[in-house]
Nanobody
Framework: VQLQASGGGLVQPGGSLKLSCAASGSIFSINTMGWYRQAPGKQRELVAAMTGGGSTNYADSVKGRFTISRDNAKNTMFLQMNSLKPEDTAVYYC?????????????????WGQGTLVTVSS
């Protein structure tokens, strides 16, 4: 089971970007998925998360600017980022609590994507 993040890049302050995270492999179900970010010299922090039932949670710093969504049919998660600020600059990672079946047993996995760099600068 893998997560592949994409969509990062360079954007000016006030601009927008949309990140994607696609899950692949032998997937039985996907529970909570989330986006985290890590800026240089800082700890990784939660940006936004969405449960399998659709409940969402956002960091205070991104509320009203970022929107997390999922396409469960395609095992894909998105992060729409608007009104970007220089302090949003970071490597963004996707994470998922994913169930897989091995030898007729369900295994719960905590899976991380490889990260995608978002740079907000003029």
């Amino acid at each position: 089971v893998q997560l592949q993040a994409s969509g990062g890049g360079l954007v000016q302050p006030g601009g927008s970007l949309k990140l994607s995270c696609a899950a692949s492999g032998s997937i039985f179900s996907i529970n909570t998925m989330g986006w985290y970010r890590q800026a240089p010299g800082k700890q990784r922090e939660l940006v936004a998360a969405m449960t399998g039932g659709g409940s969402t949670n956002y960091a205070d710093s991104v509320k009203g600017r970022f929107t997390i969504s999922r396409d469960n049919a395609k095992n894909t998660m998105f992060l729409q980022m608007n009104s970007l600020k220089p302090e949003d600059t970071a490597v963004y990672y996707c994470n998922g609590d994913i169930s897989t079946v091995v030898a007729d047993q369900i295994h719960e996995l905590d899976v991380w994507g490889q990260g995608t760099l978002v740079t907000v600068s003029s």
